[in-house]
């Protein structure tokens, strides 16, 4: 495989890592010479459920570069594909490009994984077709409003890969928060997330007279609160799954009375967090965790219905890049934004771990570095500051962004205020124009760990007796 062939030197390489070859500035040198030749038009249409629709249009050399033109494009439907959601891809452009999307997403191609999850999450079969450009179908979205419903005494529950957190929420204020580690993603045994679930939210639920709506964060896609895939469960078998995990939060509504529940993605929630707390719509949530999870309330205030997927974003052309081990694909955001991305940084400057440590452990040891001014950790955070800069440029081309938030357990203590500050720098020497219009910042310390099941206690809007 040939490596994408517009590589520029970057000004800021992170140290651990100087192989990286960030999305944002392939594309933007691939562009900037595509305007000095000739180019033809590609558009690319991807249909989800109830016929909703997102088109993306750019253009591609239309002699020479061939074997660029198909890298672009591919890292662009996959970034399309999990960002925006769909099992039928219309493609408009160079056929011979059409020919190598269709080998790539078969079956049998490299990038079956991601071809069969569509299909899974849409239940439909996953599809490539060749248009003409007239018969590209239009686009078709519909936004729609996400929580902030605060009245009544509620729950919100986060959901993490390391760690859970509950809150009990009347009237919009906390009165409880509690956080218990617990480790889903080595359970084969559903029971064992249901029953760590149930012992949170009746530990909230404790704290009040009553329980009027349970609101969930957790990683993962979620449509009519039923579980598609959720990086909690990804030891149970497909059978087990089916049967026991895909109601799990309505039986979990069931058993404590058939009040109201809602489930959203936590990245959603992030931004939602954002905009309550901040008073400010066009925000990108990213939570970076077990794996980097985002959300996105568009800048009318409305969430968007695509998947906002980032851990399977590319965002790195390096054929050097870490391969992540659920799609066997290389580059993508799971492995820079989350504890693995501090993982592998700090063996790669040499810091060694004990063995039988969980990442969650790793990531302590990291930042416990940090505060003892370890100069490896904080380039290790800087680093991730840098991916992160690149990074945004690169969400820049399919969100209207103004503030990027940041949550989750990598972002604790004074790593973060570091990736802050050299995401931040990055924006402003490589893309100007993006620093005087994005901001990054992060909630303080005591609502980057608990925000998001506070957050979570809004989603439920409580049903009216004139409703009912």
Not at 240 to 253: E, M, N, P, S, T
Request: aromatic residues 10%; glycine residues 10%; charged residues 25%.
């Amino acid at each position: 495989m040939k490596e994408f062939g517009f590589r520029k030197e970057l000004k800021f390489t992170p140290v651990y890592d100087r192989e990286f070859f960030p999305m944002s500035i392939g594309n933007r040198e691939y562009r900037k010479e595509l305007k000095s030749n000739e180019s033809v038009p590609v558009v690319i249409a991807l249909e989800r459920s109830g016929g909703l629709v997102s088109v993306y249009k750019t253009e591609v050399f239309k002699s020479g570069h061939e074997t660029d033109n198909r890298i672009y494009i591919e890292r662009l439907l996959k970034t399309l594909l999990w960002l925006k959601g769909g099992s039928k891809v219309y493609y408009s452009g160079p056929s011979y490009i059409a020919e190598y999307l269709k080998n790539e997403y078969r079956r049998g191609g490299k990038r079956k994984f991601d071809a069969v999850f569509m299909e899974r999450i849409f239940e439909s079969e996953f599809e490539i077709t060749l248009k003409k450009p007239e018969e590209i179908p239009e686009e078709k979205e519909n936004p729609k409003a996400i929580g902030g419903h605060l009245e009544g005494c509620r729950i919100g529950f986060d959901a993490g890969g390391s760690d859970r957190k509950v809150s009990a929420v009347v009237d919009g204020k906390s009165i409880f928060s509690d956080e218990v580690v617990w480790f889903p993603k080595l359970s084969e045994d559903p029971q064992y997330q249901y029953d760590g679930i149930m012992d949170s939210i009746r530990t909230a639920a404790s704290k009040m007279e009553r329980v009027d709506a349970i609101g969930v964060s957790a990683a993962g896609i979620y449509i009519n609160n039923e579980v598609k895939a959720a990086s909690l469960f990804v030891k149970v078998p497909k059978d087990l799954f089916d049967k026991r995990v895909k109601g799990i939060f309505l039986d979990i509504a069931k058993e404590m009375g058939n009040i109201p529940i809602e489930v959203a993605n936590d990245g959603d929630v992030t931004a939602l967090a954002g905009a309550m707390s901040l008073g400010e719509n066009g925000i990108l949530g990213i939570a970076l965790g077990t794996s980097e999870a985002g959300g996105y309330i568009n800048e009318e205030g409305l969430i968007t219905g695509w998947l906002n997927e980032l851990a399977f974003v590319p965002i790195d052309y390096s054929l050097l890049a870490m391969e992540d081990e659920w799609a066997g694909d290389i580059g993508c955001g799971v492995k820079y934004f989350s504890q693995d991305g501090v993982i592998k940084l700090a063996e790669n400057a040499g810091i060694q771990f004990e063995d039988g440590l969980s990442p969650a452990d790793k990531l302590k040891v990291v930042q416990n570095l940090m505060e003892k001014n370890d100069l490896r950790a904080f380039k290790i955070f800087e680093s991730l500051g840098y991916y992160l800069g690149y990074t945004v440029a690169y969400y820049a081309d399919f969100y209207n962004i103004s503030r990027v938030l940041l949550m989750g357990r990598v972002t604790s203590g004074r790593g973060g205020d570091i990736m802050i500050k050299s995401s931040m720098e990055v924006l402003q020497v490589e893309f100007p124009v993006l620093a005087e219009k994005i901001t990054i910042s992060l909630p303080d310390e005591s609502a980057r760990r608990v925000g998001q099941s506070v957050a979570a206690a809004s989603l439920p809007k409580l049903v009216t007796n004139h409703e009912a």
